[in-house]
């Protein structure tokens, strides 16, 4: 079920048997030559739109992440981290208020991992400092680490996975938009990697915006497999937040 | 052109040409028995959707915004109103540096409306204190004030329009999502009317979330309707804007 | 009963009948080449100098509000949105510990209308977040909206009365401080209009800081008469309130 | 000059000789018994207003300070310090843009003592932090501290004279209000004295409000005095800092 | 050269031919009911001893981290994620305005890493978002994922390290204060593993405050050589940033 | 008893008998060109260590301070006001939510007091504000102001102890640290004084930091005399606390 395709009884009836929630978020970024400025919040979009097939409650997606290392790219949209760890507490205040326990955020850009954790931190720290009980259960799972799509990426890919604008981020994405598939001459074939900093030096570094991958290796079959193995990867989670 | 589905290379040529961007911004909250909890930010979605169509860099929706009369009810999500500023003052600041200057934000949502100003006035006031000038233009339009929209709804429910979960924005939704009519018989039929305070008070007088409304007047048909006059109404707020 | 003027034992015996308090809300901004720096604090208080003589219980002015877009205009003074909302917080629950439940912000600057409202959403929002009650009244009364008021503005300056440094804020300002009044041509006649942005903006587009109006049509005899009619305004607005 | 009631052309000629400018600032909180709740702004404001009189421009008075240890005594209100440091930080960057570099806050409150001096060191921390330069001079003088005050508080209350609620600030409100003039049985006739924790500390020492002092001791005549003792301490102060 | 103990000429100097510094960061928290709560300062404190009398800058240690999860327990202090991103933000750009450029976290606490990152995020985020260049080179290292030191400790200790009181980090605080060697009975002998939450879901997990540890196979000796190995891996990792 | 080197159940017991912790506070700035960086932080802290064997519990030293007007001077670091306000609120907190009541923090730096008050007030407010009772004790001892140490100050140094780079404070850090011994031609002699403001406008005023006084006085054995006078004064403080 969508939240945002729900009505206040249909929460308020899923709130008898279930406390849990799903909720994507992504980044609105460069994703190299070809890849979408949306990749990381369509991808973990995606694949929620099949676990709200299979009875999963989920949020409408937070699409705009922490993504200041990408501004030098026209489109890069951020949150600072201290805004979005306000969203995030806020997200998970508003639902908590009506019972709601357990949150899974399902996240599609490893530069929100820092932030979310400490977003995490802060609101478990309201508890803390109060010598109280918050009673809740903040989990963080990042699609592209489950172990089906490890492999799948391993197999097909290997080192030409890369960093950013990866092959199995920017397949999964032509599964969900056919129409968005995008082909250029990439020079060089397989992008640089080093450390990310600000802007500013991103842009030196990565000068189209790739970070160590060869993103001409997607296709659209692929991300119909990668789709499958993201959901059971993703299932797995959420069956396992609910028998905790 | 959606900017979630753009390459970064595709916006840097637009912004050869145009320093305008929409961005629609919606809540995530209760609609009566009836209405989804997306609506507010299904509505400016849906048209944006139309006017991307027509060469609109559209930017991902802000689905989640300042609904904190809703929380009595499940499935609302609110953010603070510093919390949003903070927002819609980073969205700003991204796109700004990139050569953004002209920001219309394509609102759904009535409680938002004073602190989106707020935001646009506290993003002002950083050139103003400088004694500097930002050059940006920031502007708000609401989809339901449009001229065209306002007929429409004139027309077909006067008074029955009300505040919240009106006929207007349920018809719209159900232009964009048509399986997701529901019916409920509505009880009293008007929904009262009333001040707006914290989200108890809220629940206390308005026991199912509508606000002087008849939402059971909504209809897919009407929603087809108010979608063109959205469309026509919005365009014309948007080659104002770049005329400017 | 001006707050300032009474002991606390005053404010206890108070408490026992009325947990209501009127809050004038001002600003400190240029009102064009005659209109006093003050206009906006100036006007709200001279009335609540007349609702405190009928038993109304009147909190010091806030003299400074969001006036980040006249700054150009030296003696200009803004608080930021972040900030104003936080003096608000605190008035009202400073306040809100001792009993009181009913806030009349009487306010004298367009200005401030969102941040005011945005600051009463940030309070109502502590509570809602919980999932509890603030049992609070907040509410906002521009002396310049009040029926009275607006027909005499209508009738005496119809369009020449404009948005900004206008000729019925500049009387009233005479009436609190008839030895303040000031003349000069002003050119043009009527002061342009406009959007309002930053204050570099601002004031290439209004040169002498006006909008829209022609303040010389100003006199202390309409002052008079719009003191009296702006006292019986808001004195319906406060026993409304007393009545809720 | 009063800034509130000058226009700002007075203040760009002012700008062009003089780049200094007075902030009264006080508290609204109990002062005992019989002492006024705005003893802490009027005291400045009275005096102030003299100075305008002698050609210093004086801005509106900030009438709510730092008051929280008061709050358990009705008609009391606090800014919080963070919220009192944000506004002194607007206040004075406003007029900075406009090329105010001197600034004399003038305060009736000894609870505002260090958040003042905070506030400053957070502006000054701008400059510093940037590794530049502000080009401010931002300065606290308190009225009761001045020497010709001390003299005239020594002759005459000695001890008597005690920490809130003193028999000069309560003479000094008494020039300025004749009418507000109050008497009351005081009991102990010397109140005790005591550290300042919170609110409900407070108020399990401090019975009536009053800190060692006897506030029956205040009478209009000295409060005259006390007014031409306050007026000349200050102009001193003013005059340093214009040679500055 | 420790900070501490240089004067300012000594810095002005080191800054001749040098741009980065290192700062020790720990926490201030349960170890168990053995270790010292001062553990996760302590460690890196130490070896950056080493470190300076090998020509490193070596600043105070940040002795209070991110902690909240440890607060049912005595003695543990937290600083909020906020406030840590605070105190980092602050570091840096005080010695960038010096010069400083280079800047290794030299760190003590896994709890800590998320905010550090974040905190890192957040000062690139004030270039990147102005379109600009900070110059600035933020690295954190965490002691005990050196590679000498895993080799020690998956040799001596293998799963019995655990997570948090490991005999990893007692052993080096011995080896730094052999005199605060403790030894008691623990059971389980093997500590539990498990989420981290909130502080009262912490103690209900880890009754004793350590996680999946056994510090009894903790000894001074084994200190003296995760010492030697602790020096070895911050000085490779700090060698490398000034070659970068 | 140090926190740092005791352990959970060592402050489990401690708390049995009593609720009160002494919190060393100071800066990391320059003192002038033989004064240590550190100076600040070690006066305090090495008083302590002397406190801790008679039985205080001495917290980690809060090693930064509110020192922005020395950032000029290479070595300086300064955390913001709100910065450092922010840290001691969450320390109190911290070790409030596990029964301490009463902290007593032991400040070695003038520029942190306005600071550290406004830091207590906050805290207070929480409480003052909920019209509740916080049960907190928060007080403020500097050691350079008891008076043993300003005696010796008095005798031995007159007027040349000074304001900033004191011979009593380099001779204190001498007794802790008598490798750290440093000597260099002052110029002049006795440092100027002058007002304190903006890093920019301090180095102009103080070309070699000090202000005010003639550190070529110092000397170990004044240190030690100096340490015995301070533990004293210290002491003499905490039992005034404990019986409280």
């Not at 019972?99 to 995490?120: E, K, M, P, S, Y």
């Not at 918050?134 to 799972?141: D, M, P, R, Y």
Request: proline share 6%; aromatic share 8%; net charge negative.
């Amino acid at each position: 079920m969508k939240l945002q395709l729900a009505t206040w009884p249909d929460i308020r009836d899923y709130l008898e048997t279930c406390d849990a929630i799903l909720i994507p978020i992504g980044s609105t970024e460069q994703h190299g030559p070809t890849g979408l400025v949306g990749t990381d919040a369509i991808c973990p979009e995606h694949i929620a739109g099949g676990m709200a097939e299979q009875g999963v409650l989920v949020a409408p997606t937070l699409s705009i992440g922490m993504a200041q290392h990408h501004l030098a790219f026209p489109g890069s949209i951020t949150l600072r981290p201290t805004t979005l760890m306000a969203v995030i507490r806020d997200v998970v205040t508003s639902l908590a208020s009506q019972g709601f326990r357990r949150f899974l955020f399902f996240n599609g850009h490893g530069g929100n991992i820092a932030t979310v954790q400490a977003a995490f931190a802060d609101i478990y720290a309201d508890a803390s400092l109060a010598g109280g009980e918050s009673g809740l259960v903040l989990e963080l799972f990042n699609w592209f680490m489950g172990p089906r799509m490890g492999e799948i990426s391993k197999e097909l890919f290997g080192d030409a996975e890369g960093w950013h604008a990866t092959p199995s981020e920017i397949s999964l994405t032509w599964d969900a938009y056919p129409n968005a598939q995008r082909q250029a001459t990439l020079e060089p074939k397989r992008a640089p990697k080093g450390p990310i900093r600000d802007a500013h030096d991103y842009r030196q570094r990565f000068a189209d915006g790739r970070i160590g991958s060869e993103p001409d290796l997607a296709s659209a079959e692929t991300g119909a497999r990668l789709y499958q193995a993201g959901l059971e990867d993703a299932m797995e989670v959420w069956r396992k937040l609910l028998e905790n």
